[in-house]
């Protein structure tokens, strides 16, 4: 059965754990392992805009001896004259792996069923979990663990991050606490997908609407933007009514005194975090840019080999 990532939870804890493992051995070693010699190609397709997610796939790619067909969809027959299944038939023929930056989950999920070949969910309007490899890296390389630590996610709570990280923060044994107001809260349904896995790892999930009480005593404080890809529209809305959930040195104040700052950026500096934090000591967020590069060539090893 070929092994698709689709969202954060198509992981056991275990494997998730391996391909951590994989990361940082691939990380010290980054030009040691080619499985994609040949050199294959692996698809990496965008309905949206990226700079980090088309960088690191690009370069993974190449550094597993393989070669990057970055297709934007306006220039390609998806998304109008042709549907992801058969997209997905054509592709399989040639490479070896298919990456998509999307908006509807579903479309990930008609082109998995449609393909032989793993598809890697780049990012879709519910979920980002190739980023959550990375911050999960990020987190464990700077606090040597994951399980048992408490992560507090502010702001929107129904965007990709923040269902992505009550997903793969559940799987991991954390315990995940998400701040937003109660119209942006995550979707039913990832919050029982999130329970599920909680109560496999030990982990737990949390919604709070204030801000204060959520961050109190967390290892991990994360944000996001405001504005998700596709929410341009709502921006003065989301403006206003997310203003409270700001990271600011006050709010992270309340954290741990060593509590680490995540943001997968793009960054909206003076909107969902200051620049004070962001660009502050406790801030490891280029570190968390460059692991995306180490957590998807693991990935993508990992589900070659499945
Ligand atoms: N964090 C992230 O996915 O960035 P890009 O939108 O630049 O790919
Ligand atoms: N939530 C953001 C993440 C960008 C990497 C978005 O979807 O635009």
């Known amino acids: 059965m070929t092994r698709h990532f689709l969202r954060d939870d198509d992981l056991s804890q275990a494997e998730q754990t391996a391909i951590l493992d994989l990361a940082v051995e691939l990380?010290?070693?980054?030009?040691?392992?080619?499985?994609l010699v040949g050199p294959q190609t692996v698809a990496v397709i965008f309905d949206?805009?990226?700079?980090?997610?088309?960088?690191?796939?690009?370069?993974?790619?190449a550094e597993l001896g393989g070669i990057p067909l970055i297709?934007?969809?306006a220039n390609s027959q998806l998304g109008?004259?042709?549907?992801?299944?058969?997209?997905?038939?054509?592709?399989?023929?040639?490479v070896?792996?298919?990456?998509?930056?999307?908006?509807?989950?579903?479309?990930?999920?008609?082109?998995?069923?449609?393909?032989?070949?793993?598809?890697i969910n780049g990012l879709s309007d519910d979920f980002h979990p190739c980023q959550l490899l990375a911050d999960l890296l990020t987190i464990r390389e700077h606090r040597g663990t994951l399980a048992g630590l408490t992560v507090t996610f502010l702001g929107d709570g129904a965007s990709n991050m923040a269902q992505s990280y009550l997903l793969a923060g559940a799987t991991a044994g954390m315990h995940v606490r998400v701040a937003s107001p109660v119209d942006y809260a995550p979707t039913d349904s990832v919050v029982a997908a999130a329970d599920v896995a909680a109560a496999k790892s030990g982990g737990s999930v949390t919604l709070f609407t204030d801000p204060i009480e959520a961050v109190a005593g967390a290892d991990v404080v994360v944000t996001?933007?405001?504005?998700?890809?596709?929410?341009?529209?709502?921006?003065?809305?989301?403006?206003?009514?997310?203003?409270?959930?700001?990271?600011?040195?006050?709010?992270?104040?309340l954290a741990r005194p060593d509590a680490l700052f995540l943001h997968c950026l793009p960054?909206?500096?003076?909107?969902?975090?200051?620049?004070e934090v962001i660009d502050g000591p406790q801030s490891v967020v280029w570190d968390e840019a460059e692991n995306r590069l180490h957590a998807q060539k693991a990935l993508m090893v990992w589900l070659l080999q499945q």
């Open 48 to 61: 949206k805009s990226s700079t980090r997610t088309r960088v690191s796939f690009a370069v993974g790619i």
């Open 267 to 275: 960054a909206d500096r003076g909107y969902e975090v200051t620049a």
């Open 80 to 94: 109008g004259k042709e549907t992801a299944t058969d997209t997905a038939r054509v592709l399989e023929r040639q």
């Open 71 to 73: 297709i934007s969809t």
């Open 96 to 119: 070896a792996a298919i990456v998509w930056r999307t908006f509807a989950q579903s479309g990930l999920e008609e082109m998995a069923l449609g393909t032989t070949v793993p598809v």
């Open 224 to 253: 996001d933007t405001w504005v998700s890809m596709g929410k341009e529209e709502e921006k003065a809305e989301r403006l206003t009514t997310l203003g409270s959930y700001r990271v600011d040195a006050e709010l992270m104040a």
């Open 27 to 35: 990380k010290g070693d980054r030009f040691g392992t080619r499985p």
